[in-house]
């Protein structure tokens, strides 16, 4: 079954350092996600993505990050000089259409801010 | 204000019983509804999707949406222990509960 590629699956970082998060959506998925998960806390929307560029962001999707899609493959999310409160599970998810039948989620990757 | 909200359990049933989890939505304008699993240390995994109202069975597993009360609920049928695990209920697009603990005891 196809499924959505995350990588790192653990990332430790010091505050103020770039990271990026990878992601590989389904190959035949036009819209792609970010969620952010706070240890405990509810799934919290980030960002939509489809035709390059950005369909919608929430409130937490400030200047501090960015996302792309450098090539055919990829889905990336960059958050600049990270923050504690950063730390995280983040996720990607991608969908055929805009949603109506539902997200596939990637395992995950765990962002720690130290 | 709140989008989508889950009574945040956590709920506890024995084995072979039925589930029920709620969740209500604020958004009149939402077209359809999601029910996905999340294990601990797990990413959320879809269940079930619905959009018209009324029931929507898949196994053990029942669906209902009421538009008129903007509530969404699910049924999970002779609860097994695998079961164990937060349900989350998000609407499109992407807008999730803080999501309801089950727990199935043996």
């Known amino acids: 079954e196809p499924e959505v590629t995350q990588t790192p699956s653990h990332q430790v970082t010091q505050m103020g350092q770039e990271v990026i998060l990878r992601c590989v959506p389904i190959?035949?998925?036009?819209?792609f996600y970010w969620y952010r998960q706070i240890l405990g806390q509810k799934v919290e929307f980030l960002v939509s993505f489809y035709n390059n560029e950005i369909s919608e962001k929430s409130e937490i999707f400030d200047d501090q990050f960015s996302v792309e899609r450098p090539d055919g493959s990829n889905f990336t999310l960059k958050i600049r000089s990270t923050k504690l409160e950063d730390s995280a599970m983040y996720f990607c998810?991608?969908?055929?259409?805009?949603?109506?039948?539902?997200?596939?989620f990637g395992s995950g990757t765990r962002l720690t801010v130290v | 204000q709140k989008e989508v909200e889950q009574n945040s359990g956590p709920l506890s049933v024995p084995e072979g019983a039925i589930a029920s989890l709620n969740c209500t939505y604020s958004?009149?304008?939402?077209?359809?509804f999601f029910w996905y699993r999340q294990y601990s240390g797990k990413s959320p995994e879809l269940i079930m999707f619905?959009?018209?109202?009324g029931d929507k069975e898949d196994g053990r597993f029942t669906a209902q949406l009421n538009k008129a009360s903007q509530y969404v609920s699910l049924l999970i049928r002779d609860s097994q222990p695998s079961d164990s695990a937060t349900y989350l209920c998000?609407?499109?697009?992407?807008?999730f509960g803080a999501g309801t603990r089950l727990t199935v005891k043996p």
């Open positions: 190959s035949n998925h036009l819209y």
């Open positions: 619905i959009y018209s109202n």
């Open positions: 998810a991608s969908s055929l259409d805009r949603g109506s039948y539902g997200y596939t």
């Open positions: 998000a609407r499109s697009p992407g807008r």
């Open positions: 958004d009149r304008g939402s077209q359809s």
